[in-house]
């Protein structure tokens, strides 16, 4: 069984175009066989017949399929897309992954198969799903799509929600409670590192540990060294906070090491963020909380978001300044990391969320209760 992580299924095109006797006016062949069935095209069984998808190898390439070209009777650009079901449902319900190919590749990324199997239902890590592949070939809207057979193979997920980490210690004022679970900390939008991130006020002398589950000590992170952590349960408390002032602390919980840098970016105080978006017609607030500890901090809980739409934040009830974002990495059935820095609407599924938003780095949590 082969272990992969950000996988690329790379679809070798065998190019079969027929001539055109003009190419202002090319015959198109009329794509059906003697019995009048749609033309298909072959697409090759896989190198190999299972594979179990693994977050931490990166860049890994799962299989290299080959294909069959269809003869279209001219030579075409030709876009092939992937598309995925749960085997032996004959695509009554599947996914269309993401990145497309022409020519002679269509790269594929592990978190695209994994969402599209997570969508699917495919959710458990423990489980080799058997899982069809095919292939659609589409040139325009004037020549009929065209699917490939199918190939099978036994693929198991990983879990493709965010690990979550949470602060405790006196750098808020909730202590050393190690039972807030209020104190997840930021991260980016990449579900397969453990990279954190917390830029905010902190006072002189604070210290700080992390945990993964509130209110349990097992699983933690504290000081080994001057930028090392240790988990190995006899760590010290992170210290660094040498005055009062804005601070940025970057976790590397993978690789054990943490950094502790003065913020000097700029520190524009709003009176409130909000959330509007089509769950309101665009024509109120939904206003979060200041958090008690920070004035950029802006916390929601058990947020009804009633039917699946575009939502984004904006300052103090006005659109001077508002915060969105892009839907490239975003899967909020799995609870999503990542940052409203632009100005598109993110797509959001109806549901009850837990939202916690930096307005400084622009840094938000969104996760379904």
């Known amino acids: 069984m082969n272990k992969v992580n950000i996988l690329s299924i790379v679809f070798a095109g065998i190019c079969a175009f027929s001539a055109c006797t003009d190419d202002k006016d090319p015959v198109i062949n009329d794509l059906k066989d ?6 298909s095209f072959t697409l090759n069984a896989p190198n190999n017949s299972s594979y179990t998808l693994m977050p931490e190898n990166a860049s890994s390439i799962i299989d290299i399929f080959t294909c069959e070209q269809p003869d279209y009777g001219f030579a075409a650009g030709v876009t ?3 598309q995925v079901c749960e085997g032996g449902t004959e695509f009554e319900k599947f996914e269309s992954l993401p990145t497309t190919g022409s020519g002679e590749k269509v790269l594929i990324k592990t978190f695209e198969l994994n969402d599209a199997m997570n969508n699917l239902g495919m ?4 489980v080799a799903y058997n899982v069809d592949f095919r292939l659609k070939a589409f040139i325009n809207d004037s020549v009929p799509e065209l699917y490939s057979n199918t190939v ?3 693929i198991t997920p990983y879990s493709g929600a965010r690990t979550q980490v949470y602060f405790v210690g006196d750098i808020f004022d909730n202590g050393w409670n190690n039972n807030d679970p209020l104190m997840r900390i930021f991260a980016d939008d990449d579900v397969n590192n453990m990279l954190f991130t917390y830029t905010g006020f902190v006072k002189a002398g604070s210290a700080f ?12 992170w504290g000081y080994d060294s001057d930028g090392a952590l240790s988990n190995d349960g006899g760590s010290g ?3 660094g906070f040498t ?9 590397d919980l993978a690789g054990n090491k943490y950094s502790i840098e003065p913020y000097t970016g700029a520190t524009t105080e709003y009176k409130q963020i909000s959330l509007i978006g089509d769950f309101n017609d665009w024509g109120g607030d939904l206003d979060l909380q200041q958090a008690s500890y920070d004035k950029h901090i802006w916390i929601g809980e058990k947020i009804e978001i009633p039917s699946d739409g575009g939502l984004k934040l904006r300052a103090d009830h006005d659109w001077a300044v508002s915060f969105g974002g892009s839907n490239s990495l975003w899967n909020d059935k799995q609870g999503q990391f990542a940052k409203f820095d632009g100005g598109d609407n993110v797509k959001v599924s109806a549901g009850t ?3 916690k938003f930096n307005d400084l780095t622009k840094h938000i949590i969104l996760l379904a209760e």
Not at 34 to 39: A, K, L, T
Not at 123 to 126: G, H
Not at 209 to 219: A, C, L, R, V, Y
Not at 243 to 251: A, E, F, K, N, S
Request: hydrophobic residues 35%.
């Open 34 to 39: 003697s019995e009048g069935n749609n033309i």
């Open 209 to 220: 540990k992390i945990i993964q589950t509130p209110g349990d000590w097992g699983i933690q």
């Open 152 to 154: 099978n193979m036994a």
């Open 80 to 82: 092939y897309t992937v």
């Open 123 to 126: 959710v458990n890590p423990t």
């Open 237 to 239: 408390n992170i210290e």
């Open 353 to 355: 969320y837990f939202i």
């Open 243 to 251: 005055q009062d002032g804005y601070y940025t602390i970057t976790l």
